[in-house]
């Protein structure tokens, strides 16, 4: 059974930076693609970003290139999400689970989410 939790989430003013942790429990989790969604209130589900099993690959969201970075450990079975330069716009519940692209289809094994709170 795989588990994914993520972790990191909390409230910072605009302009402050914020690190997400996904920690995933179970096998083989170096063989797989994740990736970080974003929900705010009233809105769809939105891709942020995601990294190949190696970390060598990484794709972004135009709305938060420039500003985040994902990374991930495969010793430590954790993906990060560095987030510098926030906005309020970036307020949302952040999720990471398994899959590739932007499209939430494709993504299984999702986590409860992790909120973060921009103010202005």
């Known amino acids: 059974q795989v588990r994914v939790a993520e972790s990191g989430g909390g409230l910072v003013q605009a302009g402050g930076s914020l690190r997400l942790s996904c920690a995933s429990s179970?096998?083989?989790?170096?063989?797989?693609?994740m990736g970080w969604f974003r929900q705010a209130p009233g809105k769809e589900r939105e891709f942020v970003a995601d990294?190949?099993?190696?970390?060598?690959?990484?794709t972004y969201a135009d709305s938060v290139k420039g500003r985040f970075t994902i990374s991930r450990d495969n010793a430590k079975n954790t993906v990060y999400l560095q987030m510098n330069n926030l906005k309020p716009e970036d307020t949302a519940v952040y999720y990471c689970?398994?899959?590739?692209?932007?499209?939430?289809?494709?993504?299984?094994?999702w986590g409860q989410g992790t909120q973060v709170i921009v103010s202005s």
């Open positions: 179970g096998r083989s989790f170096t063989a797989y693609p």
């Open positions: 990294i190949n099993w190696s970390g060598a690959t990484t």
């Open positions: 689970a398994r899959g590739l692209g932007s499209d939430a289809r494709s993504y299984n094994y």
